[in-house]
């Protein structure tokens, strides 16, 4: 894969639509990212020394920061028992976050604050703070001062009454617990708490600006959970001491009065010496026994007679009708279930028949008789079975009920005897366990009353906080790190703005898809030495021009410039006008300042050396750019023309060593007659005259811009050069002149991109343009 398609849309700028448009291909892709990154490149040095000499003055201007850390095993829950001493019970995450709620709490905070005294501590109450931290402290400052001034200007300042008292003075006590709780709340905002992984271990870092305190107010923290713990285990012991002590002494009551209740009954009932009695336990048991048989017994009996009444209910009838997948329920018996597996097998033979050779098929008549004599067998066995069970269910009926008078005669016999020893009983087994309650209770005791003397946490210190030696911050990596970070971010944004920004013609292809026009090719920007123009010496050596003659300093034939200006000769030519005379080219810019006049100059000169004689006339008569570049500028020229002051032929100038020849117009004419002459007729006459005695002729138009006098001359040209400044033309501007002016497009021969930087043409090249490949050209150019 070649490409990786962003798909960011924006509008097609194309005048015409054409069959090769570059609107569905992905605007950009790695190649294209990677140009950019090459052309800002300069951008991302730039914005690393922007953050890193800020992350210099962060670390030169940040006060040092000490950390220290400790870390606690937790043991699970206290267990009150004496042999579990020192061991360590499962741990859960709710013991951990137990734990951790614990050493956050306000209680635990207030106990390190006032072992440390860090309500007097100068350097934990107002720690240094950073060149940063006050520059925003200020700003805060400013901001709230701000709006506290405007609030104040707003709101009416409310009066006090003169009869009110003034408020009195804070009670200092007060003060002082307020401080107090105001450093804890600090304290517990400062200090981190965490899980070490899956363990069953917390940890406890504290950050201060001082080794000694950061240590300390670990240790502190440390010191105060153990001591919590302690005291919990302490006053957990302690209460449950006191109630068990409260229980003991209602359980002595208790089973001391059971005692003497058992003595007491023994004697009102004259059961002193008796034995227990099983009170008829084995009698009542077989006939509860018996019984429980005998209902089983008729419950199934029940259930067997109402199955075969159900079936019975259907009738011969419908067991005749009865499908073939459908059977009766009926209980489980080897009779039963062959007569209706025949009855079935008979049905589904009957169906198959049916649906195979039709309902009146001999066949079938002869089954549906096996089926209905096979109906009557089984409604007939069915009937002598429903009998037998309703026999044994009377049967069975009879002997529930003459167990149920046994059990009750026998239950009646027992009763008078039974009551007192039962009762006996009972109060024998109250007092049994009122007593080993008691002495249950009694054990508790002795073990919570050893652990009330002997507190235990089930808690280790595994590693107390140690005084740092090295600071742990300000990181020089991480301040480093994230220069570098925040430089990357910054130089990509600052490049996709500019990139954003950057809206100038650089490539043929934004010419060509961008604007929708014709690309002609690049000129590079020459040497100042390169375009100098050089007046022709007379005669002996002096340095004044020739009146019928000017000398321009010729380029180099093998140059790309005069490589582009040939491919604009050939576009031309390629073209020729319809009633076979000299081309007219017009040669514009868009805006000002773009070498329009020196391309015109340069394209005169290699027209000419191709096809023949050429005429260049300046009509940007408001600058007289052609003019003044070949120091015509205070010399009559088409002005004398076109008054009738003089012949074109007697006005124009050749240039040495050409054939082209120069119609200038005089710098130091009024401005205000050139849109008159540009639409006169006798410019329009000169125009068709000189097309009969030049194989082309060239007019240096003014730019199209906001001036009119370039549209004027549409009409009287046959092709147009349009000129563009590389990386200073705006392709929105071109667009707009070119869609203004449909007269403009139909004759356009194309766009040149002139002052190009061949250079960096490379990087703004799109992935698989001919500019990539430019400099595989060099050669052909030296």
Known sequence: MKQMAFGLADSDGALRPSGNSAANEPLFDLRSIFAVLRRQRMLFPLWWAVFGAISLAYLATTPERYEAVGTILLGGDARLNVNDIGDVGPVTDANVQTALQILRSRQLALDVTDALALDENATFLSPPSSMAGKLIGRARGFVGSSIDRVTSAVAPVAEVPADVAPAPAPDPALVAEERRQAVARMLQGRVVLGRVGDSSAVFISMVTHEPDLSAAIVNGFISAFVADQLSSSFEAASRTTDWLQERLTALEADSREA??????????????????????????????QALSDAQAELARNRALVAAYDTALALGPEALVSLPSDERLSLPGDARLDNLQGELTALTARRDEVSRNF????????????????????????????????????????????????????????????????????????????????????????????????????????????????????????????????????????????????????????????????????????????????????????????????????????????????????RAAMTHPPSDGGAAVIGVTSALPNEGKTFTSLQLARVMASGIGPVLLIDCDMRQAG???????????????????????????????GTEVDVLSWPANRDRKQAGEVLGSVQFRDLIAETREHYTCVILDLAPLGPIVDAREMLPMVDQVLLIAEWGKTPRDILRKIVREEPELYDKLLGVVLNKANLKALRRYARPGTEELHYRNYETYFR
């Open 259 to 288: 005692a003497l209740a058992v003595e007491a009954f023994r004697v009102e009932n004259g059961m002193i010496g008796s034995s227990p009695s099983v009170l008829g336990d084995e009698n009542m048991s077989r006939l509860n």
């Open 358 to 569: 039709g309902p009146d098929h001999p066949q079938v008549t002869a089954l549906e008789t096996q089926i209905i004599d096979a109906a009557e067998r089984l409604y007939a066995e069915m009937e002598q079975r429903a009998r037998a069970a309703r026999g044994e269910l009377e049967l069975s009926s009879a002997a529930v009920a003459s167990l149920r008078q046994q059990l009750s005669d026998t239950s009646s016999a027992l009763d008078g005897d039974a009551s007192a020893q039962i009762e006996l009983e009972l109060l024998e087994r109250r007092a049994e366990s009122l007593s080993r309650l008691y002495d249950s209770f009694l054990a508790q005791s002795q073990q919570t009353d050893y652990l009330r003397s002997f507190p235990v946490a089930n808690n280790r210190v595994l590693n107390p906080a140690d005084v740092p030696r090295s600071p742990s911050g300000p990181s020089t990596t991480r301040a480093i790190g994230v220069a570098i970070v925040l430089g990357l971010m910054a130089a990509m944004l600052h490049a996709t703005v500019r990139e954003w920004r950057d809206t100038a013609l650089r490539t043929g292809s934004q010419v060509t898809d961008t604007a929708g026009l014709p690309f002609l090719g690049y000129l590079p920007k020459l040497g100042s030495s390169k375009a100098r123009i050089i007046p022709a010496p007379k005669r002996g050596g002096s340095t004044a021009v020739d009146k019928t003659r000017v000398s321009v300093a010729p380029l180099d034939g093998t140059s790309r410039y005069i490589e582009t200006l040939r491919l604009v000769r």
């Open 626 to 656: 052609l003019s003044r570049l070949l120091r015509l500028g205070g010399e009559p020229g088409l002005d004398r023309v076109l008054l009738g002051k003089g012949t074109w032929r007697e006005a124009t100038k050749q240039i040495t």
